[in-house]
């Protein structure tokens, strides 16, 4: 039996990956994915972390050149290490507040979607109360009250990004509690945690890594717009939000310390966007068809 079900996902992987590599868009944007992940695990190794503290105001503004491909900042600090060292920093970010809201949101969705009831009642409206707020709006407030830092960003926009994924798990759950296999493991007194957590989770998680992919760009995007109006990290951070923002001063007289760190901004946001709608078309059997 297990054997047979090895080959069956060997079978869908292979299916799946074919698919896939048939997408050109899908695989450039795993390219732009990969890409991003290699700066951020190795931009340590590729350029000199001391240099986002340092200060060369003889080299500021300077124009890209063959030493300064992007050019310098205003404290002289060369945009390409910057814009490296960042990459680090926006996806520590981003995994943080996905991890963590998705964690959030399976564990309330699951309860409520799960018992139903009143605890669906309570739990859900308590969720309607966040998705009331524009996330943008909300996280402006929060990040504002807490004052600038990594961490504080990160907190704000869990607090905006868990009631999504825990209105998305709920309905996922009201369809799979229904299911013979469900009613079947009530009937053997399997408990409630169990049956949650290893027979109907399972099941419902896979639209839940479409969205998580689609979300990575998205919580990208959003605290790099917190941290250009500085709700973010310390100006002196290596993030690029915070870059844009002190090129913003600079528009017309610096225009390249905005440029480069809003294009890899967009490249990263396009990168996961465009691999999300590659595993969309993959775990949805009505596209696969």
Known sequence: MKSRQTR??????????????????????????LFFIFLALFGDFIVDPNIAKSVDYPNALKPPSWEHPFGTDDNGR???????????????????V???????????????????????EVIMRITDIFLAFPG?????????????????????LIIVWWSGYARIMRGQFISEREKPYVAAAKILSV????????????????????????????????????SFIG??????EPEWGSLASRGAVYLFQAPWIIFFPGIMILFACLGFNLVGDGLRDVLDPRLRR
Not at 136 to 156: D, P, Y
């Open 98 to 120: 996905i991890l963590a809201s998705i964690g959030v949101g399976i564990l309330v969705g699951s309860v409520s979607g799960y018992f139903g009831g009143i605890i669906d």
């Open 8 to 33: 069956m996902f060997l079978m869908d992987l292979k299916f799946a990956l074919t698919l896939l590599r048939k997408n050109k868009l899908v695989v450039s944007g795993f390219v732009m994915v």
């Open 191 to 226: 408990p409630s945690w169990r049956i949650i957590f290893r027979h109907i989770l399972p099941n419902a998680i896979y639209p839940m890594l479409v969205v998580l992919t689609m979300d990575m760009g998205g919580v990208i995007l959003t605290a790099a717009g917190l």
């Open 78 to 96: 060369d945009i390409v290490a910057m814009v490296v060292l960042a990459a680090k920093y926006d996806l520590a970010i981003a995994l943080s």
């Open 136 to 156: 943008l709006v909300l996280a402006m407030a929060i990040a504002t009250v807490l004052g600038r830092s990594f961490t504080n960003l990160m907190l704000a």
């Open 231 to 236: 709700l973010g990290p310390s100006p002196f």
